[in-house]
């Protein structure tokens, strides 16, 4: 399996960016999709989540409202995108997998995912 993130850059704060994943090797239909993030000197934290359908999105506090995860199972790639970026965003994103045949489920634990890519940075200046 191998999940390929793409869409980071050096953005100005208030300006968009929209971060794609492209999976291969298994069905993507069978996932469900987490967006995680590190900012420099800290732990790996939750951005957000999508379910198997499609159906239910979590997203953490601190970017709700601004980011929204969908997917698209025709091109097996999910998307992030994110809006009115604030200095606070930068981050390295990675995108994740989690194996589940349960519909509506979303994961916000690190440790609920099986699979990763490699990350894609994304930089906020003010």
């Known amino acids: 399996v191998q999940l390929q993130a793409s869409g980071g850059g050096l953005v100005q704060a208030g300006d968009s960016l929209r971060l794609s994943c492209a999976a291969s090797g298994l069905p993507f239909s069978i996932y469900a999709w987490g967006w995680f993030r590190q900012p420099p000197g800290k732990e790996r934290e939750f951005v957000g989540a999508i379910s198997l359908s499609g159906a239910s999105a979590m997203y953490a506090a601190s970017v709700e409202g601004r980011f929204t995860i969908s997917r698209d199972n025709a091109k097996n790639t999910v998307y992030l995108q994110m809006n009115s970026l604030k200095p606070e965003d930068t981050a390295v994103y990675y995108c994740?997998?989690?194996?589940?045949?349960?519909?509506?489920?979303?994961?916000?634990?690190?440790?609920?995912?099986?699979?990763w890519g490699q990350g894609t940075q994304v930089t906020v200046s003010s």
């Open positions: 994740a997998a989690d194996v589940t045949y349960i519909t509506s489920r979303v994961r916000v634990s690190v440790d609920g995912y099986d699979y």
